[in-house]
């Protein structure tokens, strides 16, 4: 007797029915995230070797803050724990390892007796314009962190919405004086001599004379006296190619996914089959503060031909600053508008899903966006924030007008969150008060039977935790058929996955537990998916969740585990044993047990 929510196995693999009451009576009923938990492992720095040791410098660490990290590269290197791996996925790729005798794969790439590091320089040479290289470079950083990087074309924008641009800076003083410092630069811009980007300006309004020189290559500040003073800016890239158009119809959409939508899953997707990537969310105000792990989720890898980030912000300053920025400075072939997280921190903030019942403020936002990027601009809403207030249509036909390339509507209510089922019915209304824009439907996909049953109520479909529960979809609507992946298989993803995740976090240990951590993320999605040779009903729908089970062999009776502690074990298998004191606890309180 199958009940209501619950997907159909096959009773050959259902557990009895005792255990099904114990394992029922175990785990805590509980909803929503879990705010309060803390980080799985803590760094401890005493039992790591010094980075300058492993660029084969002295270490350079002042005496006032000495290091520490181990200095004794010997008797480090003797009791390091064995390698992972029979090789380093990074060395054998590039030619080049970064983390030299910190690698936990190593002995491919370390000279035993030396402890050097060896470089492949042919390979190097040609493989090294593939790396994934960091989003900001350190001159920008710079001129970020002392508010000194001018923003030409938002200044212009500002400048003609004059009226609605004040109403904003009346609801943030700390906006308001940040803005007047910044609206200095803007009366020297039609003065500046362009050498690149370097330029110099005079500037008046004070007893004396002063010039200020402006080179964005260099960075000093000298005083003589108090007579003239050298201070330099950063003009960002002006790009004077067409804005680039993207055609979104048809095309396989793997939505922005936070913290699981990394870059190492975002490669498994795309080797599935995923047509279009997308970051993290990204927000606008630590993008301007130069928040280096905020600027990590614009990275971007080679293999994502079409790429964009997603990006979330209240204020028309910021948000039209942000993609100012990053359209100038990073490869990105479109961004995206978060109108609806449903995160309290990100709602009380009047950013995310708050923007739906601010349709004047969203409007403005997008028009700014659209103003000064040179990349498609996208927007992704929900239906409305609760059932009383549903807003989507009304927002689709208003947005339409503002210039953006792409909507995309989640079929729930902030309210909802991720509970009961995508309205794809109102979905279909808000296509039809959008034309001729396109627009892509998301919720509840986790087949090609429900995409393809969705794609008469849209142009499009966004998919998001359908690739999560199972990246192999995208495949399975390609090839229009369902796929039995065995447990090795699904194995050889997770193993792909670490591999990935070494490459972009570091293979060091820290790295290593970087890599397990973001795995156990994504392991607490992935044990909800049922393979086809277990069900007795194909397809398996999203919000059924199977009785308890055992699968065809132990390594997928491991793998369906909803027990945390289980999938602990899965990534010892990949990554080695946890460290002492490692502690995981599910972003949602649904996963976790006592």
């Known amino acids: 007797m199958v009940r209501d929510g619950e997907a159909g196995v096959k009773a050959e693999f259902v557990l009895e029915k005792k255990i099904n009451e114990k394992l029922d009576s175990d785990k805590k009923k509980k909803g929503g995230q879990n705010k309060n938990r803390k980080r799985p492992f803590v760094v401890d720095h005493s039992t790591m070797i010094c980075h300058f040791l492993i660029k084969g410098q002295e270490c350079e660490m002042p005496k006032e803050r000495p290091c520490r990290k181990q200095h004794d590269l010997q008797s480090w290197w003797k009791a390091k724990p064995p390698d992972l791996y029979s090789t380093c996925h990074t060395f054998d790729t590039f030619g080049f390892c970064p983390y030299g005798v910190a690698c936990r794969n190593g ?28 989003t900001v470079d350190r001159t920008l950083q710079k001129y970020l962190k002392t508010h000194r990087v001018v923003f030409r074309k938002s200044y212009d924008y500002f400048e003609k919405e004059g009226i609605s641009f004040a109403n904003e800076l009346k609801q943030d003083k700390w906006l308001q004086k940040e803005f ?60 004077d190619t067409p804005k680039k158009v993207i055609d979104f119809r048809n095309k396989l959409f793997l939505a922005p996914l936070t913290t699981v939508g990394n870059l190492p899953f975002r490669r498994i997707c795309k080797e599935f089959g995923a047509d279009v990537t997308c970051g993290e969310m990204a927000l606008c105000d630590d993008i301007l503060r130069c928040k280096v792990s905020e600027w990590a989720l614009l990275r971007r890898h080679h293999t994502e031909d079409i790429f964009g980030v997603q990006i979330c912000g209240s204020h028309v300053v910021r948000t039209t600053k942000a993609v100012e920025l990053i359209s100038s400075e990073c490869d990105v072939d479109f961004i995206d508008l978060n109108v609806g997280c449903p995160i309290d921190l990100v709602f009380n903030k009047g950013a995310g899903s708050a923007l739906m019942d601010k349709s004047r403020r969203l409007e403005g936002i997008l028009r700014g966006m659209v103003n000064v990027s040179s990349v498609p601009i996208t927007l992704k809403m929900r239906i409305g ?37 995508a309205d794809w019915d109102y979905i279909s209304q808000c296509r039809e008060a959008a034309q001729p824009l396109p627009l892509f439907g998301n919720g509840d996909i986790l087949s090609f039977a429900d995409y393809n049953n ?89 919000n ?12 997928e009776t491991l793998m369906c585990s909803p027990n945390c502690r289980d999938w602990i074990r899965l990534t010892e298998q990949l990554l080695g044993k946890v460290p002492d004191g490692f502690n995981f606890v599910p972003k949602h309180q649904a996963n976790a047990y006592a």
Request: hydrophobic letters at 30%; glycine letters at 6%.
């Open 385 to 421: 924030t609760s059932e009383k207030k549903l807003s989507g249509i009304s927002l689709a036909g208003t947005m339409k007008n503002t210039g953006i390339s792409l909507i995309t509507v989640h079929g729930r209510t902030r309210q909802q969150r991720y509970t009961k089922l």
């Open 544 to 555: 059924q969740r199977p009785p308890y089970y055992h699968g065809r062999d132990d390594v």
């Open 180 to 239: 007047k410092k910044d609206k200095n630069f803007n009366s020297c811009k039609d003065k500046e001599k362009e050498r690149g980007n370097a330029c110099s300006v005079e500037i008046t309004g004070s007893p004396e004379s002063k010039r200020r020189k402006i080179d964005s290559a260099t960075q000093k500040k000298s005083e003589d006296d108090g007579d003239e003073a050298t201070v330099e800016y950063y003009f960002l890239k002006s790009r």
């Open 107 to 134: 002995l491919t790439h370390v000279d035993p007796d030396t402890l050097s590091n060896m470089v492949d320089t042919e390979k190097y040479e040609k493989m090294k314009i593939y790396e994934v290289k960091q």
């Open 454 to 542: 969705n794609l008469k109520y849209a142009d499009g479909c966004m998919i998001g935790r359908g690739a999560l529960i199972k990246p192999w979809i995208f495949k399975e609507i390609k090839d229009q058929q369902h796929m039995d992946i065995s447990s090795s298989e699904r194995m050889d993803i997770l193993r792909r996955f670490c591999t990935y995740g070494l490459e972009h976090w570091g293979s060091d240990a820290l790295g290593v537990e970087k890599t397990r951590s973001y795995l156990l993320e994504w392991l607490s999605f992935l044990y909800r998916y049922i393979p086809v040779g277990v069900l007795e009903v194909l397809p398996q729908r999203i």
